[in-house]
């Protein structure tokens, strides 16, 4: 039996951590409905959900190193499995909250602990197996509103949707309990992991996963918007953004198989110019049917492995700590979430929706500069 079958279950894990982190954006209409709540009030699950994923990052990282990363990607589905079904059977705004918190400290653990098990499991090209496996991030995130409008159109509820996750998620949790991950032998103490601090490299490389994140998460929340204040639809200009999506996807699983063969410092640099051109062309040149989407997409292609090349290099150059590794990666990733969006509509709210926008190209050059000093540390070494 060939040894790729073994990438199946790691590619149902990151096809659930999709569902569970984008599929919320379509169900809280439906729940504030449902509960009749105010926005502002409903607009919590997005905070219990973000704290609890974003915070399990680095204790999952943690934990990984100093206990077994197959217990804690087990126990990751099993808390997410937990928040799934809570959400499914639970009739209660508050406990809802709490299923929601719940689901994202799952995906956290799950998240953190994917990557240096794969790693461990196809030694020979991490960079071109992460780099495959996470293009089905993609696939989950695009498929969570399609399927949860499949099911809304044939009179199902939001609590279905997440049944039908929940499903999904006990058989992948299942199949990751047959003894197919390597057992790790943990030998270090909390003080060897803190050590990982004292390298330049390793801030430089959370510095650029934060700015990357800032860009990317910046151009998603707003340029719907943006689109909008040049005369468009809000339904045209979702359909742009979802170029660049796809544009992500098909770059994970076509630029995958050249990562290892350039060399990972190279790729993620490659990679932001070619994202600092087509950000830039996307907002230089007049909106067009063509233009946008053409342009968004290969924004999307060139940025696509960016996130899993900076897992790999992180991993394979932190082997004894490669949990904390991937842990700082994502969480370094989910600060850049979080912070610049929010940043971005404070710039809108005083100037206008292009402004913010044109700090999306200034985020991506900050990222590059950063990467510029992370090779040059590493030639230092």
């Not at 339904?235 to 544009?247: C, E, I, K, P, Q």
Request: net charge positive.
């Amino acid at each position: 039996m060939s040894k790729n079958v073994l990438l199946l279950p790691f590619i149902l894990g990151l096809i659930v951590i999709g569902f569970g982190l984008t599929g919320i954006g379509s169900v809280v209409p439906e729940i504030a409905t449902q509960f009749h709540v105010s926005p502002g009030v409903i607009g919590q699950v997005f905070v219990f959900h973000g704290l609890g994923y974003f915070l399990s990052l680095m204790l999952a990282g943690f934990l990984g190193d100093l206990i077994q990363k197959g217990l804690i990607l087990r126990l990751g589905l099993l808390i997410s499995l937990i928040g799934f079904a809570g959400l499914a059977f639970l009739s209660h705004v508050t406990l809802n909250m709490f299923a929601f918190m719940a689901m994202g400290v799952g995906l956290g653990f799950l998240d953190c602990m994917i990557n240096p098990i794969v790693i461990s499991i196809f030694t020979r090209t991490p960079g071109t197996i992460l780099s495959f496996i996470h293009a089905f991030y993609g696939f989950g995130s695009l498929s969570a509103p399609r399927l949860y409008a499949f099911l809304s159109e044939r009179g199902f509820l939001w609590q279905d949707f997440y049944k039908l996750v929940a499903v999904i998620t006990a058989v992948v949790l299942v199949i990751f309990l047959f003894p197919f991950i390597p057992k790790s032998k943990p030998s270090l103490g909390f003080r060897d992991i803190l050590t990982l601090f004292r390298y330049r490299a390793f801030w430089y490389l959370g510095a650029a996963s934060m700015l990357y994140a800032g860009g990317v998460m910046t151009l998603n929340g707003w340029i719907v918007s943006f689109f909008q204040e040049k005369g468009l639809p809000v339904t045209t200009g979702a359909v742009y953004l979802s170029f660049f999506w796809l544009g992500l996807m098909a770059g994970r699983l076509l630029l995958s198989r050249i990562v290892d063969r350039i060399g990972y410092l190279r790729m993620i640099q490659l990679n932001t110019i070619g994202g600092i051109v087509f950000v830039s062309l996307t907002l230089l040149f007049p909106t067009s049917g063509v233009l946008a989407p053409t342009f968004l997409f290969l924004a999307g292609f060139t940025l696509s492995t960016i996130i899993p090349t900076s897992l790999a290099y992180s991993v394979v150059n932190y082997p004894k700590t490669s949990s904390t590794a991937s842990g700082w990666v994502l969480s370094t990733n989910g600060v850049g979430m979080l912070i610049f969006p929010w940043l971005g509509g404070i710039i809108a709210s005083f100037t206008s929706f292009r402004v913010t926008l044109s700090t999306v190209p200034v985020l991506l050059t900050a990222m590059f500069l950063f990467q510029l000093l992370l090779a040059r540390e590493v030639k230092k070494q």
